[in-house]
């Protein structure tokens, strides 16, 4: 448990206290505490440590049991997943991430019904990002490999304008290939759009490599956050509580 | 998310795969036209030389576009909320005694009852939505439980309408009306108003569905309903617009039901069952399915009724077809959940 | 002797044993294996039909009530072969998919009464029907008739008791609360339907048959979806999943108005011949609405076997 937890500032973009959260009455997280700044924030744990379940009650498909959410200052704990999403949170699950009986250019669309920006230039920056997509915008996203329908769920959460982009596990299953390319694109999604990036990871390596600042979760409790250059092998197994 | 279907992790190798996605999209986009109208030359030709082939296209076609229309409001229903209405019937039925309440106490004729009617019916269908089954959805009533909830809906509605309207069946006070020669069959003018409409509002619908911002949100809130509030997508306006669209398609349903022969409490619910198969059939493809196997079950329907000299035995081997067909094929959808 | 009961009292509390008597078999399909049927009316119907056709139209060379028993037995066993048809057509569709079988099975029951005529009668129906035994004046006929039907249907729930308590009670819990769990388990789930809807669907058609001797009158008017709801009311209000649901929610809701309104409510006369049947219907749709949205588990409440099904809520 976080004991000291700096005050948040004017750019923290994502504030969770104590939260408290699970399915039907049974809690999976038991009270998390946390800020997300402009940075890339990580969340490492194994399988079962509520890492899903954490990134889907931020995106408020999940209902808060205890404690609360806020995005940009505004409290978010009682707010429906759309209204969460206007306020700038772009939402990447691991799996189901992507509409499979919708083309790729309508999964983005369906993005770009927040805010005020054209679409066409949203487009233009999605496919500068992900220029593998700009030739297959016809095709039905179920069809596509995982790498690609990655891309599509990241594309449609980026069409969204985001101030905060939640990844849950963006590159589980990938070919390695993939994984570093997808890393790099995350990093340089970051620090070109200035959006927060809130992703989950289970290799502490791969994860380290590009995060600012790490938190591990385990069996549904959040170590201190710590900065990713201060981390070694000790104190990743402290947190682990290995 | 919560409701996330298993959008089948797909691990295939991009490049093979999206060149056979490309082809089978090619091929799929076109031909929709191009063997809808091969089929309707065929047909045409065909029924220049067999009368009874001409019967069944034209009176199928025409007396059944009812069944169209029905059929495709609730595949709208079914396909994009989940759920299986059957109360649905009695939206086709209040139609039908809408359609004649408008024509008996204004006078209007039946051409300018017949949306009125229609909306009105949206309206009973929008207001069955947020009474009951809202309700139903936020207490987590859903399955076996839902459907129960339906039956007992359309149940209360078929009698509760009785004393609104009254128990006898009645008809619509409008003259005699004109018949139009089609490829040798005298048909009522109305009925091919229906046809009209059938036409009409299909492709509206289907244009909605396809084209529009909001067709848009509702075929991804149907596709996955967490990934689709995630980005945004506010269910109850879109949940609300399929209850109306789906209403609408039903209360014209019921009105051209209506003004092909009487309205009686029963109207809705005797057609209940071939709607469901229809659906249930035409629907493993898409809601252009239900179409082509609505027009296909109308037209099968007359032709077996001309055979036979009698619609109820028609309707038996029908119900035997296509039970026959879920039992080979199942009734999983390929998409679609609960919105 | 029996001056008391009103000839139309015996036709309610008949009618009210009926409805019990689906609803119990309805209890162990929906209530407990969680088996859509909304098709009672035809299994019912057939086994009335089946029962009415064959005594009437066929010869036998002995009286009754070995004619009875004989056509009362045939009755039960086509419907529990319609029972184990309809149960392999849907046992792996989901409930929609189940819907449409029973629904369809019972519409085409339906229009092969209807169009059937030579057998049946067709839609103006056919009599000839007696009771297996003549003890004198109709009533007392009808009587001792309602006695034996108690007798079937305190058996059905007898049965459905010892259901309740048995292995194979506890397989179609399985069935109900965890399908694919049961069958990773070894447990043949299709079989246990099959079983199922054989049984109670042969059930059905006896209680058919029982409703054939009384009316002595075959009418497809009798064989509705009306049928089949009015059980369904009748259970879900008692409570789907127990033993007793059926018996209270029928009382509750058929025996309310085909007992207490009809012969006890002070209303005026030309009201029961279409507003109270119209009445009690709409009121059977809101009872099923109302129950399901407020209190989903009937005025029984939840089953009454709670370590069992938290032992089996534990694997989910």
Request: net charge neutral; glycine share 10%.
């Amino acid at each position: 448990m976080a004991d000291t937890i700096t005050e948040p500032t004017t750019d923290t973009v994502l504030e969770v206290r104590n939260l408290r959260s699970g399915y039907g009455t049974v809690p999976v997280l038991n009270g998390i505490t946390f800020d997300v700044r402009n940075e890339i924030f990580t969340i490492l744990g194994s399988n079962g440590a509520g890492k899903t379940t954490l990134l889907a009650t931020l995106a408020r498909l999940i209902p808060v049991m205890d404690g609360s959410i806020h995005v940009q200052g505004q409290d978010v704990s009682n707010m429906p997943a759309y209204s969460t999403a206007r306020l700038g949170v772009g939402y990447v699950p691991q799996e189901s991430a992507v509409f499979p009986d919708l083309t790729i250019m309508e999964n983005l669309s369906i993005g770009a019904m927040i805010g005020k920006r054209s679409t066409e230039e949203r487009l233009e920056e999605v496919f500068d990002t992900f220029p593998d997509l700009r030739t297959k915008t016809h095709l039905r996203a179920g069809n596509l490999s995982g790498g690609e329908s990655r891309m599509v769920a990241c594309g449609r959460a980026l069409m969204q304008d985001p101030q905060l982009l939640l990844l849950d596990e963006p590159t589980a299953g990938l070919s390695p290939l993939y994984v570093e390319q997808f890393f790099e694109t995350i990093e340089l999604i970051h620090k070109t759009r200035n959006v927060a990036v809130l992703l989950t990871e289970q290799n502490a390596t791969k994860a380290l490599g590009i995060a600012d600042r790490v938190m591990v979760l385990s069996l549904g409790e959040g170590s201190e956050p710590l900065d990713a250059g201060d981390v070694t092998t000790e104190r990743l197994k402290e947190a682990y509580k290995l | 998310m919560v409701q996330g279907l298993s959008n089948e992790p797909s691990g295939r190798v991009g490049g093979v795969d999206v060149e056979t996605s490309d082809l089978a999209v090619s091929l799929r986009s076109l031909p929709n036209w191009a063997i809808a109208l091969g089929a309707v030359v065929a047909l045409v030709v065909f029924a220049q030389f067999s009368e009874f082939v001409a019967e069944s296209l034209v009176i199928g076609a025409t007396e059944n576009a009812p069944l169209v229309l029905a059929a495709l409001g609730f595949a709208l229903l079914y396909r994009l909320t989940g759920l299986l209405n059957v109360a649905f019937a009695e939206t086709i039925t209040l139609g039908g005694y809408f359609a004649i309440w408008l024509t008996s106490s204004f006078s209007w004729g039946f051409a300018t009852a017949v949306l009125p009617a229609g909306i009105m019916a949206g309206a009973l269908s929008v207001v069955t939505y947020l009474l009951i089954f809202r309700v139903a959805r936020n207490r987590n009533v859903d399955g076996l439980e839902l459907i129960v909830i339906s039956f007992g809906l359309a149940l209360f509605l078929r009698h509760a309408l009785q004393f609104v309207f009254g128990y006898n069946t009645r008809f619509f006070e409008t003259p005699p009306p004109n018949t139009i020669n089609v490829f040798g069959v005298g048909v009522p003018s109305f009925r091919l108003l229906a046809v009209a409409s059938v036409a009409v509002l299909s492709i509206l619908i289907y244009q909605f569905i396809r084209r529009t911002s909001y067709g848009l949100q509702i075929r991804a809130l149907a596709s996955n309903d967490g990934l689709a509030q995630a980005s945004g997508v506010r269910p109850l306006t879109v949940t609300l617009l399929i209850w109306f669209v789906a209403g609408l398609a039903g209360g014209l349903a019921g009105a051209f039901y209506g003004v092909g022969s009487a309205v009686t409490p029963l109207l809705g619910s005797r057609q209940l069952l071939l709607i469901l198969l229809v659906v249930l059939v035409g629907g493993i493809w898409d809601l252009l399915g239900v179409v082509y196997v609505g027009i296909a079950t109308g037209i099968a329907l007359t032709a077996m009724t001309l055979l036979f000299g009698s619609d109820l035995y028609a309707q038996l081997i029908l119900i035997l077809f296509f039970l026959a067909m879920l039992k080979v094929r199942g009734n999983k959808l390929t998409d679609g959940s609960k919105v | 002797m029996l001056d008391w009961l009103d000839a139309f009292l015996i036709s309610g509390f008949f009618g009210v044993l009926q409805i019990i008597g689906l609803g119990l078999l309805v209890h162990l399909q929906m209530g407990l294996s969680r088996v859509a049927n909304f098709g009672v009316a035809g299994f019912w119907g057939l086994g009335l039909y089946v029962f009415g056709v064959l005594y009437i139209k066929v010869d036998w060379p002995f009286g009754d009530p070995f004619q009875f028993l004989i056509c009362a037995f045939l009755a039960t066993v086509a419907s529990g072969l319609a029972g184990l048809l309809v149960a392999w057509l849907i046992a792996d569709l989901d409930v929609d998919g189940a819907l449409v079988g029973t629904l369809g099975f019972a519409t085409v029951v339906l229009i092969l009464a209807t169009t059937q005529t030579e057998l049946t009668g067709g839609a103006t129906g056919l009599g000839g029907m007696r009771f297996p035994y003549d003890l004198g004046p109709a009533k007392t006929n009808e009587f001792v008739w309602v006695l034996i039907t108690t007798v079937l249907v305190g058996a059905i729930l007898l049965y459905v008791r010892w259901v309740h308590r048995s292995p194979y009670g506890r397989l179609l819990i399985a069935v109900g609360t965890n399908e694919p769990l049961a069958r990773s388990l070894g447990k043949s789930t299709t079989r246990a339907k099959l079983t199922l809807f054989a049984t109670t669907s042969a059930l059905m058609g006896l209680l058919g048959a029982m409703q054939g001797v009384m009316f002595r009158f075959l009418n497809p008017a009798t064989i509705t979806i009306n049928i089949t709801l009015a059980a369904l009311a009748g259970l879900i209000l008692g409570g789907i999943t127990r033993v007793w649901g059926a018996v209270v929610g029928v009382l509750f809701t058929v025996g309310l108005f085909d007992i207490v309104i009809q012969f006890y409510a002070p209303l005026p006369q030309e009201w029961f011949t279409q507003a109270i049947p119209v009445a009690r219907e709409a009121v059977f749709g809101a009872a099923l609405v109302l129950v399901l949205l407020f209190r989903p588990k009937g005025l029984l409440g939840e089953m009454k076997r709670p370590q069992l099904m938290r032992r089996i809520h534990d694997f989910n």
